[in-house]
């Protein structure tokens, strides 16, 4: 059973910077794709970033030139979050798709708060 674990989220002032990280159970290696996903308060989940096992990224319109998705070690991966705003708070999901069976994984989640 795939795990994924988030962590870094927490309280920060707009114009801050946050590092989510997501620690998966078994090498990022063995996903087609891992990518963050956020949700706020009364909206539906949207897609932040992604990024590809041939390292290609995408990025939500909204968060282009202010984040940055990464891989770190063989099972870690990263959000690097600048320049934030109100806009940018809500629960932040890591996701993988998994190469062998195409199922989605899901972790559960880390809060951001984006306030003064």
């Known amino acids: 059973q795939v795990q994924l674990v988030e962590s870094g989220g927490g309280l920060v002032q707009p114009g801050g910077s946050l590092r989510l990280s997501c620690a998966a159970s078994?090498?990022?290696?063995?996903?087609?794709?891992m990518g963050w996903y956020r949700q706020a308060p009364g909206e539906q989940r949207e897609l932040v970033a992604v990024?590809?096992?041939?390292?290609?990224t995408n990025y939500a319109d909204s968060v282009k030139g202010r984040f940055t998705i990464s891989r770190g070690d063989a099972k870690t991966i990263y959000l690097q979050m600048n320049n934030l705003n109100a806009e940018d708070t809500g629960v932040y999901y890591c996701?993988?798709?998994?190469?062998?069976?195409?199922?989605?994984?899901w972790g559960k989640g880390t809060l951001v708060t984006v306030s003064s």
């Open positions: 996701s993988a798709r998994s190469r062998a069976t195409q199922t989605d994984y």
């Open positions: 078994q090498t990022i290696f063995s996903f087609n794709a």
């Open positions: 990024i590809t096992s041939g390292g290609s």
